[in-house]
């Protein structure tokens, strides 16, 4: 955890009086609904279909068991018992009063967590990779640089009306685990064989920088993020965000909500011209007092709490006798656990995506539990992942067993990470004012259809996203399978997309986003035309190696878009087979 | 009369906003705020007028425009047709940072009570608030943050400088 200091925790303090205040004009009459609206919004306030929802900023997903107990205590006290733990990494609340939300945010301060930007027209929480600061394929330990941006965007007194909300992902490994493609921002940990280090640079050579991505984006016109620029010394990060976020702050557009993110900008400039724009402003402000030094990245890396790792044996001989021996235990092993930089430790994913509970939903019981949990067995802390599960960073090999164990009561323990029962998906139609479709129930449909098929046929690697409307929460542009829901004449209908992918979470397959296959499904037929496109791919793939996702990029969709709207199964079957050869 | 913020403090406005169609008559006398268009157009003879001349910018308008201006406006002034139009407060950064401008920024339009302290920060000293404003209880806004992170007008040196420099003279 990043530790505040008396600053950062008189922030904090301070804009919960600030709000407090702000409620107390609303409620007084003193400020419109339109000019509360943005006021409260940019302390992730929502008043929605059924009642108001309060989004808690959980910085780059990291989150200490005194934080998740006071969630877990703001859940049972103001909410009905749970919370929904979201694609950015944060937590929303659903059915807090208006009147008892200043209250609530006192009670996070005293956690050191806030509302801060999770919602309005400014920088949003940055996320990151899940496993930034124990991955093996690490290059920096993104934590430190999300902080770094974090104080950065934090009242960001230019850039708190921008034209439409931003989001920033940070990378800091080889492989993309944070959807940076797809982000108004995106910036990769990259090491340079002829970057600059100067003296006292807390990076020995190969220098470090970032490269950075601009434009991706989901929502209704999803793109995929151009590169502006290959190489970005990390001395220089701060000035540069403060170029790009000028740029855009003064000519992104502010006619038309829909066409108001900073890809419609880039889009309609040109990325080439949009990159000369950002150099010519960032020639002012380059090396300029906000330039970073060595010192202030020894410092932010300093207020991190580091585990106390013990000196393990690289295998764990326990471990492996129960792997070998307990197939259970095995398959848990091969979906939730994972490598780990510390010798004989591991990462765990408690998995939030069991059949039958809204994908990210977790109860203050559950909570509470986990904390205890995250206490005995991996040093206080847990993160949250942008794909909607929990992560135990530094678990000792030797005591897996022990942790899965507990965590099956607690139905957290579905060995289904990375498959495709592990489905995103937003709140959808049973919460959200925005969407045109449930998601919850066609989700459970699915996980239902898939909780044995799966296993027989060992589907493998297969992102599954769902979105209730076309504003794109569940990122279904980038699930290897996508499902938006749409409105037809008033009944809820499913689009079914694939070929999307969120990154290079392995060498392979790169950030893409999906191709629709044809017209849409109505929700009873959704976890037949699933199966459909699974069994095509089962037919096609050359080894249980190749994943949906693989076949999808080597074939093209047209054999699954032949296989899906066939009269027969024979038919489909065999038009796939030959679309594939062609 | 709009209501008026100058350094923190409430102040009599001297200074006639002209809006609307930039031919209309500029009056033979008193100070006047006009369009940077107007400004443009007939600097001379607003030169030998009997009052002060200002310039107003819209959002869309470039503060370069005024790049060789500033040194003899006393007042430039940046509307906000909208309080969440947010390009007033680069515009501002602007002409104080790169422009140097030194004379009074004003911040005119739909100015409420809670952008003044980021307005501040951008390099506004003066604020016509919108008519409804409790311009007297809009004071307190400017302290209700006591620290930023970020470099500013008003503090130009960020956090972290300052941090490392406290931290190093312990």
Redesign the interface.
Do not use: C, K, M
């Given at each position: 955890m990043y530790r505040y200091?008396d600053?950062d925790q008189?922030?904090v303090d301070?804009?919960v009086?600030?709000f407090r205040d702000?409620t107390r004009r609303f409620l007084a009459g003193?400020l419109s609904d339109e000019?509360f609206k943005?006021?409260r919004l940019r302390n992730g306030l929502y008043l929605q279909r059924h009642a108001p929802m309060l989004r808690i900023a959980i910085p780059y997903g990291l989150l200490s068991t005194t934080q998740l107990r006071k969630l877990a205590h703001l859940a049972r006290r103001y909410d009905r018992g749970y919370g929904h733990f979201s694609t950015r990494q944060n937590l929303q609340l659903n059915w807090p009063k208006v009147e008892d939300v200043p209250d609530m945010l006192a009670g996070l301060a005293t956690v050191q967590m806030h509302a801060i930007q999770t919602s309005g027209?400014g920088v949003r929480n940055i996320t990151t990779d899940h496993f930034a600061g124990v991955a093996a394929d690490e290059i920096v330990d993104a934590l430190v640089w999300c902080e770094i941006v974090r104080?950065?965007s934090?009242?960001?007194?230019?850039?708190?009306?921008?034209?439409r909300k931003f989001k920033i992902a940070i990378n800091g490994a080889a492989a993309d685990r944070a959807a940076t493609w797809v982000h108004d921002i995106g910036l990769h940990a990259v090491r340079a064989d002829d970057g600059p280090v100067e003296p006292g640079d807390p990076f020995p050579s190969p220098a470090v920088g970032f490269r950075v991505l601009v434009g991706g984006g989901l929502g209704r016109t999803p793109i995929i993020g151009h590169v502006i620029r290959e190489f970005l010394p990390w001395r220089h990060l701060?000035t540069y965000l403060d170029a790009i976020l000028?740029v855009y702050?003064?000519y992104g557009r502010?006619d038309n909500i829909h066409k108001a993110r900073i890809k419609i900008l880039v889009k309609e400039r040109g990325p080439e011209a949009f990159d000369r724009e950002v150099e010519e402003e960032w020639s002012?402000l380059k090396d300029?007092?906000?330039t970073?030094?060595p010192?202030?990245i020894e410092?932010v890396a300093s207020r991190f709490t580091r585990p106390a790792y013990e000196r393990l044996p690289a295998v764990d001989p326990g471990f492996e006798r129960l792997r070998s021996s307990d197939k259970a235990f095995a398959a848990w092993v091969k979906r939730n656990v994972h490598p780990h930089k510390v010798p004989g430790y591991a990462a765990v994913t408690l998995s939030l995506k069991k059949t039958g509970i809204p994908p990210g939903d977790a109860t203050a019981d559950q909570m509470d539990a986990i904390a205890d949990l995250a206490d005995r067995y991996t040093f206080g802390e847990l993160r949250v992942s942008h794909e909607q599960n929990l992560i135990f960073a530094d678990v000792a090999q030797r005591d897996l067993d022990a942790l899965w164990r507990e965590l099956r009561p607690l139905g957290l323990a579905t060995p289904n990470i990375g498959l495709i029962t592990n489905i995103i998906a937003c709140p959808g139609g049973d919460f959200c004012s925005l969407a045109n479709a449930r998601s919850i129930p066609v989700a459970e449909a699915i996980q239902r259809r898939f909780d044995d098929l799966d296993h027989v046929f060992d589907v493998g690697e297969l992102d599954l996203n769902i979105s209730g409307c076309m504003n794109a929460c569940g990122h279904h542009h980038v699930g290897h399978i996508g499902i938006l829901g749409v409105d037809k004449a008033g009944e809820e209908f499913y689009q079914i997309e694939i070929g999307g992918n969120q990154g290079e979470t392995r060498p392979g397959a790169k950030a893409a986003l999906g191709k629709v296959l044809g017209p849409s499904f109505s929700q009873g037929e959704v976890p037949d035309a699933i199966e459909r496109l699974v069994r095509c791919y089962l037919d096609l793939r050359d080894s249980e190696e190749e994943r949906f996702i693989d076949v999808v990029q080597r074939v093209g969709v047209e054999p699954f878009k032949a296989h899906l709207y066939a009269k027969t199964d024979q038919e489909s079957r065999a038009r796939g087979r030959q679309l594939a050869a062609a | 009369m709009p209501k008026l913020i100058r350094n923190r403090e409430l102040a009599v406005d001297s200074w006639l906003l002209l809006e609307g169609d930039p031919a209309k008559a500029v009056p033979p006398a008193g100070d006047v705020i006009v369009p940077l268009a107007v400004w443009l157009g007939s600097r001379a003879a607003l030169a030998v007028r009997d009052g002060r001349t200002g310039v107003w910018l819209a959002p869309q308008e470039d503060p370069a425009a005024l790049a060789g201006d500033l040194d003899r406006l006393p007042l430039v002034a940046v509307s906000f047709p909208q309080f969440t139009d947010g390009r007033g407060f680069s515009t501002a950064r602007l002409l104080r940072e790169r422009y140097r401008f030194k004379g009074e920024l004003r911040a005119v339009g739909d100015v409420l009570r809670d952008q003044l302290l980021f307005l501040g920060r951008c390099g506004f000293d003066a604020f016509a608030l919108r008519d409804d404003q409790d311009a007297e209880a809009a004071l307190a806004a400017f302290d209700d943050f006591t620290e930023a992170y970020q470099g500013g007008v008003d503090q130009p040196v960020p956090l972290f400088r300052r941090r490392l420099a406290a931290g190093s003279s312990r």
């Open positions: 200091d600053i008189r922030l301070e804009r009086q600030q702000q003193q000019e943005h006021l027209n104080q950065w934090t009242f960001n007194p230019e850039f708190s009306y921008l034209p701060l000028r702050n003064r502010r002012h300029g007092p906000a970073l030094v010192e202030e410092r | -």
